[in-house]
């Protein structure tokens, strides 16, 4: 069995996948401190799983929703990058049909990424992801789309948890 099926079947096995952080929690939380919006940005879907469904204009607007419901605001892109660090929130989807076996297998990546200024030469700035979580799921193709959703779902909730840690809203 290839990669990709022992990822499938391990996600099968799991139920819904799995979402893992990568980077130690509270470094992240830090960074997400006074933002004021945030641009959404959805990667380009595999041709492999837009065929079979994935719709990322579908995926935006349910990761747009459950940012605004929460109270973050959802800028343009140009008026993130008008902003101190210029927030975008990106979800990168990846994935492919196992050889052999009715089903994908997918990983989704969530991360937040902002101009950040060099410790070593303040001159300089560059972009970088300074929050992150990622994840991975299976499913046939009835199911796929919901599947991904669901996955894109944890991750912003996850990250709306986290925004809000460090940006509580005022209380009216």
Known sequence: MNILGI???????????????V????????SLRGIIGIHVMIGKIPAELA?????????EAEVELRLKKA??????QREALSLPGQPIFFIQ???????????YAVTILGALS?????ERDSTQKCTAHTWSLSGTTAAGTQVLNQKIKAAAAALTDQFVKDYLS?????HK
């Open 7 to 21: 990822i499938a079947l391990l996600a099968l096995l799991g139920g819904e996948g799995q979402v893992v952080r």
């Open 23 to 30: 980077q130690e929690s509270d470094t992240e939380q830090a």
């Open 51 to 59: 065929q079979a469904g994935v719709i990322d204009v579908e995926l």
């Open 71 to 76: 109270g973050i605001k959802v800028l343009e």
């Open 93 to 103: 989807i990846g994935g492919a049909k196992v050889a052999d076996l009715p089903v």
């Open 114 to 118: 902002q101009q950040v200024t060099l």
């Open 166 to 170: 460090v940006n509580p809203r005022p």
